[in-house]
């Protein structure tokens, strides 16, 4: 069936309004009453529901069923990513959605070829937030991925303490292997955190800020990844290590 997100205030009992998605579901699709969709809250519950009526403002239904969503992985992955330069910002944020990434976090470092100004952010943080949403539809996610953006690195510092596991994913550490890292654990982490530096890669003075906030340094391998292959090759062997893929 067809999957649309809706927000909790278009939610009521057991009526559901479609806003945004009516032209598509009238037109496109040619849905008519009594056609079966699936509508999600982003917020990881699917409805089941029975269209009621269609116009090019809104689609009515009956909300049929509700049952939490069986595509959002157990582990909430959040990845802090060096801000990379060009149209990998995309790439990344359309990979993280298909993967079940939580959130993502750019974050302006050291390295950063890309200066992101402040008078900026406000545009760009809404265009990511855009590509989220339509890679969360394409691929069915039972929530869309939340967008974000640290000047500093500093601003994330304090963040990590609320990870299970903190990840600094870093070129130069050859002894430590992510499967061990994740096997150790006594439990399965509900919420990661994987720190991914830019195209040039972590600063030493980060590294140490990092680490002293909490974060282990990891390896993926003798090869060095790019930086918008590493956070999805890290998301998926975490992913896969949990039973989640």
């Known amino acids: 069936m067809p999957k649309f997100f809706v927000s909790k205030e278009d939610i009521h009992g057991e009526s559901l309004r479609i806003g945004e998605d009516a ?3 009238l037109h496109v699709l040619r849905q008519r009453p009594g056609d079966m969709i699936i509508a ?7 409805y ?3 269209i009621q009526s269609l116009s090019q403002e809104a689609i009515l239904c009956r909300i049929v069923s509700s049952h939490p969503s069986e595509t959002e992985p157990y582990t909430r992955i959040t990845v802090f990513q060096g801000l990379p330069k060009g149209e990998k910002t995309d790439w990344i944020l359309q990979k993280a959605a298909e993967l079940g990434i939580a959130s993502v976090h750019f ?3 050291k390295r950063s070829v890309v200066k992101l100004e402040e008078k900026k952010v406000s545009g760009k943080l809404e265009r990511w937030n855009k590509i989220c949403t339509t890679a969360a539809k394409q691929c069915e996610r039972g929530s869309i991925p939340t967008v974000a953006f640290h000047p500093q690195l500093s601003s994330c510092l304090p963040c990590l303490k609320e990870f299970d596991l903190a990840l600094l994913f870093y070129e130069e550490e ?5 499967k061990p890292i994740l096997r150790s654990q006594t439990a399965k982490p509900r919420s990661i955190a994987v720190l ?5 890669g972590w600063d030493l003075e980060e590294v140490e800020a990092l680490t002293k906030a909490g974060a282990q340094t990891v390896g993926l391998g003798p090869r060095i990844l790019r ?3 590493a956070a999805m090759t890290a998301a998926a062997m975490i992913l896969y290590e949990y039973d989640q893929m």
């Open 48 to 50: 089941e529901c029975e």
């Open 107 to 109: 974050v302006q470092t």
């Open 227 to 229: 930086t918008e292959t």
């Open 23 to 25: 032209h598509h579901i």
């Open 174 to 178: 050859k002894g430590k292997a992510l």
């Open 40 to 46: 999600c809250d982003g917020m990881g519950t699917d």
């Open 196 to 200: 991914i530096g830019p195209e040039g």
